[in-house]
């Protein structure tokens, strides 16, 4: 060191200073940040304690760590590299959720929030949930072969909110074998016919869509007690309007059409099971718009400290016609539900409240000045409270209670194109003379019979004249139940036992019909008069059942079996024990009735299980098809010489209800993991169906009366029905984002009546005409093919689903077996006239064929709290147009192509 000159000692300290502070520098670790958040349960928004937290490096780095959450579900990652990650969260009981592409940049403090959904049925397998944005994804998806005993179609949330649908009837569409071909909205009534044979182009009415029940959260909501026949729905009575039900308050519906358990009732052709959102519902604001229906609507919930509020608004705008002004449909609708739980969380109690208001309005601005409104509301307050004492088996006892009330206020008016006469002094001050002549008229003759003459020396003709007829009233309907469910296991075989009773009180009160008797809304001649429905007496409705669903090995495999009965007294005046075509225990005006049920389920191997059940159900009928309006037939008195009027009733009080037995069996074979079949093969008879039968007065003295003047018309239990059918299912799992669906389903019925139909003017046609003769015949077949695709990408939120449905044909004919003779028509060619046809091709067969449609939607997440999803229906606008052969007149099946866009946040 001595011999080293002081210069260069300087020089290789400075150096060795320099190389050291270089590689401190290069070994300090690049600037990082600090990823934080928090996990929380969707439902409710709690925090979750102890949930995995794994950051994964996806592009630009190699960097990882994984992390538990506290009890505030709080987490956080430091010194994280800039890079991409993927953050993801776990829990037990919980799905998993993850957030892709998560890209941190530079030193700083990110905040993330990640919710997972509660995994109710606890299953381990592959199946997970997920969000795009408040779109609930069940990623996997079901079991590819039924979960259930009977035939079952569930419809869960996320698919709701995929569809944007506004209303149940929208959501329906989703079940195989429901036709797509008609617009998603409001514009129009909708109701539902399970397993019923239709065109496309036109909805279930009448006695297709009344056998089915809708249940909202236990109680059914039901046409029952409408009295009415005039200005709304038709004699038959159809069945709900689905519109009155919006959809994004929806959790799921359940579409049974197989036999159901005992507890289900008031239905001939199936259920539809509908679950609304309750509990700590996560705060949420929907919009949507398509060229019929806008709207929005929000949901939320608070936790007090004992108790849970939710709550719920929609508010949706329909514009049915753009080119007419005035013709608008609106629906305000709101509901609450309050929880608590007591004793120990041993009794669960929810009082629910609902309001529906409908703003149906159609302006009188066309030539016919036709104006029609409906300002009636719906709401309903109920209390459900069920109770699980502490025991060695699972007891569960279950009480509800419901008022429901309807209020009618409907009004139409129009300019009624006839010749009205009046006295010179009717009060004619209110008729608007911009459009109606008002003409004196002196010295009139007026023939009014052979042997009569009347002269009236001054009149009044007024033509044309502004008519009026409203509908006001109130339908009450109070249901009570109460049931109790226990499960254990004896001898090896396990037991889960229900009863109960239910007890429904429906009554209609208010003004009714109110027509104006001199200038009547549909001509002066009609037999149309008012009535009120105080008139009416109240529907009573008891029904018992009892079952248990017992599980048992046979043959070392598993075996359940589904036993039941269900009694049902309509109207009850009093005991009366006898023996009236079976054990009778009541006088009922509506009948009374015992249902057996039975289901079975029995596994052949692992992969493969055979379903079978048959069993009958009873539908209550309506005050509509009881009590018929009367009618006001005006003749002249030749003995008082004066004009008059004959009022013919038109009520049956022994109108019984009617009953559908039904049996099916099915078959479902997991060829796979990821994919299964199932083939089910059903039959139905549906027996007593009311049917309005016409008789001339006097009749119940002479059946040969024959009367052209005065006759009226009553239901009577004559209709009966044949459905059979076949559907058969295609399933996959989700694989590598997709997943495929296919159902083809066939249909055939064929319905008639054991009475026959009267002709006073049989003579008039041909000699062999009868008075009365034979009602014809209807059947009718469809095949429709549904197939689906759905693609789903958890990492860019993305779910994009197409249907693809094709009908090969809807055939359709009437039977005649009334007298005939050969003629010839208007073409010059030969066929067959029969007794009762309208027009020469009435016996003809119809065939639609080659009706197809696509539909497609998308939804997209924007940020982990909101998405935006887009839908076009009959994407490639194929009308589908059906030529009449013998009018030609064109039809088209298809509505045109039709789209709506849906934005939602949740705050």
Known sequence: MQGIPRVIMKKRIRNVIFVSALTLFFSLPLRAAIVRGHVHCYEGNQ???????????????????????????????????????????????????????????????????????????????????????????EARGREVVPEEMTTTRK???????????SNLGDILTLVPGVEKSGQMGLAKQQNIGLRKVKRSDSRPYGFDSFGTSVVVDGNEISNDAQASGYISGTGNQSGTDLRLIPADNIASVEVITGIPSVEYGNFTDGIVKVETKKGRVNRRFKAKINPDTKGFSYSGGHKFPETVLDYHANYSYSERDLRKEGDEYQRVYGSANLSRSYFDNKLDTRLSASYTRVFDDEEPNDEYRMQNTNRGFRTAGKIDLKYRPETKHFIEYNFFAGLDLDRENMV???????????????????????????????DTVFVAGSDSILRIDSLLMVYPYNATVSQRGREWDLSLKFKRRSRFSWGGVKNNVLYGIEADYEKNTGEGMIIDSVFNYYGRRSTKRSYSFDDYPPNLKISLYAEDKISFDLFARQMEVLLGARYDLINPEGLDIGVRGGLSLFDARQGEFLSPRMSMRYRLSDDLTVRAGAGQSVKSISLTQIYRPPRHVAYYDTVEERSTEKVLYQVNEDLKSYLSQKAEASLDWK???????????????????????????????DPDTVNTDFTYAIYENAAWEDNYGAEFTVRTKRMNGLKYAFNATYRFSMDGSVHEIYDPDYRATSSQWELWYPYYRTWKSKLILDGRISYLNQRFGVWVTMDIQYTPFYKRQKIFDSHSFETFNEDGDPYVYYQGMSYWYDAEMFNHTGQWLINLRISKSLTQNAEVSLYINNFFDNRATFLNPFTGYETDLNSPIYYGLEMSVQL
């Open 47 to 137: 925090p979750i304690n102890q949930a995995l937290v794994v950051i994964e490096p996806q592009k630009g780095t190699e960097h990882k760590a994984q992390t538990m959450t506290d009890r505030d579900g709080f987490f956080e990652f430091r010194d994280v590299p800039q890079g991409s990650y993927k953050i993801a969260a776990m829990k037990e009981c919980f799905y998993s959720n993850s957030l892709f592409d998560f890209f941190v940049s530079e030193d700083g403090v990110y905040h993330v929030k990640i919710r997972l959904i509660k995994n109710v049925e606890g299953k381990d397998d592959m199946s997970y949930c997920f969000m795009i944005g408040g779109i609930e994804v």
């Open 155 to 165: 419809i869960g949330s996320g698919e709701i909110d995929h569809l944007q649908a």
């Open 412 to 442: 139409k008016q129009k300019m009624v194109v006839d010749q009205l006469f009046l006295p010179p002094d009717q009060d004619v001050s209110g008729i608007d003379t911009s459009y109606c002549s008002i003409v004196p008229i002196r």
């Open 671 to 701: 060829a796979g993991e990821n994919l299964g079949l199932s083939l089910t093969g059903y039959y139905s008879r549906t027996q007593n169906r009311p049917r309005r039968i016409t008789y001339p007065e006097g009749y119940e003295e």
